[in-house]
């Protein structure tokens, strides 16, 4: 059981640290789809 909980510790701060370095590879990209998803006005 905790260690079940840290295996999910150690996921959800690698699909962090994923996330962070796929914005910073691919800046534009993501900025797109944040405008794409707030809505137009």
Do not use: D, G
């Not at 295996?7 to 914005?23: G, P």
């Amino acid at each position: 059981m905790l260690q079940q909980a840290h295996v999910n510790h150690l996921l959800a701060r690698f699909n962090q640290a994923q996330k962070r370095i796929i914005e910073n590879t691919f800046p534009s990209k993501s900025i797109i789809i944040r405008f794409r998803i707030s809505p137009s006005s």
